[in-house]
C-alpha cells in the first residue's frame, strides 16, 4: 500500500504561479508511475502529466503543455508539479496518483485500484 499527500495549492491571480508536490510514503519501491490528475466543479476529472518514478519519462495533456513541468525528487519519495502562466481554467482540485504498472500501454490511465491522494485546491482569478 502507498500513501500519497498533496500539498502546495492555494489560490493565484491569472499568469501567476504554484508549486504542487506530492509526498508518497509505505510501499514506494513498489511505484513504477506518478500522475497528477484535477477536477473542477461539475467536471470529469482529467489527466494533467504523469511521471515515471525514475523520472525519466513524462508526458502532459495538451492544455498544460509548456506551462506545467512535473518532476521527481530522487532524494525524498516526491513529485512536484510546476505550474506556470495559470489560467482560471486551470483551478480545480488536482489529485496525484501512484501506480505499479502501466494499463494496455496507456501512460495517461489510472485506475481506482491504484493510490490516490486527498486533493489540493487550486484558484485562479482572472
Known amino acids: 500500500q502507498v500513501q500519497l499527500v498533496e500539498s502546495g495549492g492555494g489560490s493565484v491571480q491569472a499568469g501567476g504561479s504554484l508549486r504542487l508536490s506530492c509526498a508518497a510514503s509505505?510501499?514506494?519501491?513498489?511505484?513504477?508511475?506518478v500522475g497528477w490528475f484535477r477536477q473542477a466543479p461539475g467536471k470529469e476529472r482529467e489527466f494533467v502529466a504523469v511521471i515515471s518514478w525514475g523520472g525519466g519519462t513524462t508526458d502532459y495533456a495538451d492544455s498544460v503543455k509548456g506551462r506545467f513541468t512535473i518532476s521527481r525528487d530522487n532524494g525524498k519519495n516526491m513529485v512536484s508539479l510546476q505550474m506556470n502562466s495559470l489560467k482560471p481554467e486551470d483551478a480545480a482540485v488536482y489529485y496525484c496518483?501512484?501506480?505499479?504498472?502501466?494499463?494496455?500501454?496507456?501512460?495517461?490511465?489510472?485506475?481506482?485500484?491504484?493510490?490516490w491522494g486527498q486533493g489540493t485546491q487550486v484558484t485562479v482569478s482572472s
Open positions: 509505505g510501499r514506494t519501491f513498489s511505484i513504477y508511475r
Open positions: 496518483a501512484a501506480a505499479d504498472r502501466v494499463y494496455a500501454g496507456n501512460w495517461r490511465s489510472f485506475m481506482s485500484r491504484d493510490s
